[in-house]
């Protein structure tokens, strides 16, 4: 399902093999937050979506993805006295802005899905739904 999508949406999307439910569980188990179960659909079809004609991942690797939550959680890292504790991190957009799910607390299923703006640390919702987000990058 999301392979067909994706090549759909980006003729240039160049897609990798799938990871398996035991990758996805240890990145959970590291970051200490839950896949949102449209990405852990995704990511079971494809590790990653790189596009080639832009020069980017607009979805990360899960090794990529682990390292750059890791790092928006660092601690030495401040953007704009903002937290990004509930925001899960999953590509970019090649201008320094990146997307993410969002959830209002620990604990509570994500509720949206957008983009982080770098310029002033600001989350904005795209939708819902991962596709919402996607289209619009």
Known sequence: MWRDYLEALWSDASLYPGVSDTEI???????????PTELRNLYSETNGVYLEDAYMWVVWS????????????SGNVAFYDKPSDDLFFFGDLGNGDLVAFSRNGKGFPFMSV????????????????????????
Request: proline share 2%; hydrophobic share 30%.
């Open 25 to 35: 569980d240890a990145v959970e188990h590291r970051l200490g937050m839950p896949f």
């Open 62 to 73: 899960l090794d990529e993805l682990l390292k750059r939550n890791a790092y928006m959680r």
């Open 114 to 137: 957008g983009k982080w703006d770098h310029e002033d640390g600001e989350y904005r919702e795209d939708g819902t739904q991962l596709r919402d987000c996607l289209e619009k990058s």
